[in-house]
């Protein structure tokens, strides 16, 4: 009972964070673009006494979190310009240095498409499927990542395949969903077929149809294997922060594994079986360390 309570305690501070996180991020009214664009303004008005900055950025136009990785690589001078302009194109490299630290709680508490989870959690059981024991998704969403640093090379520059990294962004959907919500529905009218396929793989089949809802993230984002990256490096330093499992306090159930949204426990049979976790894809939601019954995952320093 006392599990239950903190269960449903822990799920609803989590939606209220995803929330938070789509207030901040998502669309023409997300609070950090407009108070961004607000500043801007103002810091426009005062160098030239007039305003030149005459549209409110959205997620995936002014806070992109993946367009400024290629930039990094390939056009070095093109990212610092942008950035100068709009200091939020900076963003995915702050959060990847956090991520070394700390991990990417990020993805776990705020970026506004993992809403995707808790209405995959209002879908019948019966009618998702689990992948849950059965896959490693880590080798997929690194080799996504570099299928997607590498189209972005110059010499794709001006052919159909550069744009595979915009057509295939789930963030855009947030938009297009929240959008929608408050009933604009330019976003849906204007899909491609890209965007359908993203639709449908981001919301539907590896969203809400999916147990735990972040198949998106696990096998495609690149920015998310960035931060997972960074995080599966920097938990090797004593003083970052990561999850861990005490094994001597580990009956292993299953609990966690049945319940992990990105697919990141096991169980696996070494001398002894154990509980292993798979630091490439945990994006610290903390669902297990809420969900165990001997308190055998903890997130902490060391
Ligand atoms: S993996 Fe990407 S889409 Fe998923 S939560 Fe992280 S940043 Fe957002
Ligand atoms: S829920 Fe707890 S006891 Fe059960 S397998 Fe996971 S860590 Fe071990
Ligand atoms: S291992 Fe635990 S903290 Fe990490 S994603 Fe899975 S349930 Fe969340």
Do not use: Q
Request: glycine residues 8%; positive net charge.
């Amino acid at each position: 009972m006392k599990r239950k309570i903190i269960w449903r305690k822990h799920l609803v501070k989590r939606v209220g964070f995803l929330l938070l996180g789509t207030a901040m991020f998502t669309g023409s009214y997300g609070l950090v673009m407009t108070g961004m664009t607000h500043l801007l303004l103002a810091v426009e008005a005062k160098r030239f006494g007039s305003v030149l900055v005459n549209s409110v950025p959205t997620i995936h136009r002014a806070m992109c979190l993946r367009m400024p990785i290629d930039w990094v690589i390939y056009r070095p001078e093109f990212f610092i310009s942008r950035t100068f302009g709009n200091p939020l194109y900076a963003l995915i490299f702050i959060l990847i240095a956090i991520s070394f630290f700390v991990g990417p709680l990020f993805c776990g508490w705020l970026c506004p498409a993992g809403l995707t989870e808790h209405l995959s959690r209002l879908m019948p059981s019966r009618l998702k499927f689990s992948l849950a024991g059965k896959v490693d998704p880590a080798p997929l969403r690194y080799g996504f990542l570099i299928g997607y640093i590498f189209v972005a090379a110059p010499m794709f520059r001006g052919t159909p395949i550069r744009s595979i990294c915009c057509s295939y962004c789930n963030w855009t959907w947030t938009e297009h969903v929240w959008e929608a919500v408050f009933g604009d529905f330019h976003g849906f009218i204007a899909w491609t077929s890209a965007g359908l396929i993203t639709f449908l793989l981001w919301f539907l089949i590896l969203g809400i149809f999916m147990k735990g809802g972040r198949g998106f993230c696990i096998f495609l984002c690149p920015a998310g294997a960035l931060m997972n990256l960074a995080y599966f490096l920097g938990k090797h330093i004593p003083f970052a922060w990561k999850l861990k499992v005490e094994k001597e306090k580990c009956t292993l159930c299953g609990i966690c594994v049945r319940e992990c949204p990105t697919l990141a426990l096991n169980i696996v049979a070494k001398s002894e079986k154990t509980l292993t976790i798979n630091h490439h894809v945990c994006n610290l939601c903390m669902d297990c360390v809420n969900l165990c019954p001997t308190n055998a995952l903890k997130y902490g320093k060391g």
